[in-house]
Structures are given as C-alpha cells and as structure tokens.
C-alpha cells in the first residue's frame, strides 16, 4: 500500500521560514509528477508547487521567488522551502504524488496534511 507522509508544518511569524517533507512508501514501482497542494479555510485546494521526474518545477504565481520545491528520487522525497512567509500562506499543506505501484497502473496519492500558519 501506497503512502505519502507530511512533515515539517508549524507555527511561524511573518518574513520567517518553514520546510515541509514528504516521503512515500510502499511497494513502488515510480514516481511521476510529485508536488505540494494547500488549502485555506474556506477556499478551494489549489497547487503550490510542483516538480517532474526530471525536475522541470512549475509555481503559484502567490508563491514564486519565495518558495522552492525540490525532490529526492532515491529516498522518494519531494520538499518544499518556505521563505518569507506571509499571513496568507496559512493553509493545510498536502504532498500530491503520481505512483506507479507494483502491479498496479499509475494512482494519483495525497497525503494527510500539514498544518502551516503565519502569525505574529
């Protein structure tokens, strides 16, 4: 069974940093597409970040030159670096991960969640 698992949230003032992890596991075969997802309370789910097998990323226009998303193949990791944050950028964060498991056709996976929030 196929799993993404978040960490790294917090609480952080404004102009401060947070990077968030997210691992998968399971019986994997690869990893397309991964990327970071946030939701804010009364909003829609929207794409934050993103990044390829081969590492082409795409960004949030909200979040580009603040943020950075990154992965690491071998370990099946994607990370995102959170650098002057702002009170808007509080949401749940969601790792987001195209799998090709085991004898299974490529699944779309979440994780769980993590909770970021920017306040002084």
């Known amino acids: 069974q196929v799993q993404l698992v978040e960490s790294g949230g917090g609480l952080v003032q404004p102009g401060g940093s947070l990077r968030l992890s997210c691992g998968a596991s399971?019986?994997?075969?690869?990893?397309?597409?991964m990327g970071w997802y946030r939701q804010a309370p009364g909003n829609q789910r929207e794409l934050v970040a993103a990044i390829t097998s081969v590492g082409s990323t795409d960004y949030a226009d909200s979040v580009k030159g603040r943020f950075t998303v990154s992965r690491d193949n071998a370990k099946k990791m994607v990370y995102l670096e959170m650098n002057s944050l702002k009170p808007e950028d509080t949401a749940v964060y969601y790792c987001?991960?195209?799998?090709?498991?085991?004898?299974?056709?490529?699944?779309?996976?979440w994780g769980q969640g993590t909770q970021v929030t920017v306040s002084s």
């Open positions: 987001n991960a195209d799998i090709v498991s085991l004898g299974r056709s490529r699944r779309n996976y």
């Open positions: 399971g019986s994997i075969k690869n990893i397309d597409a």
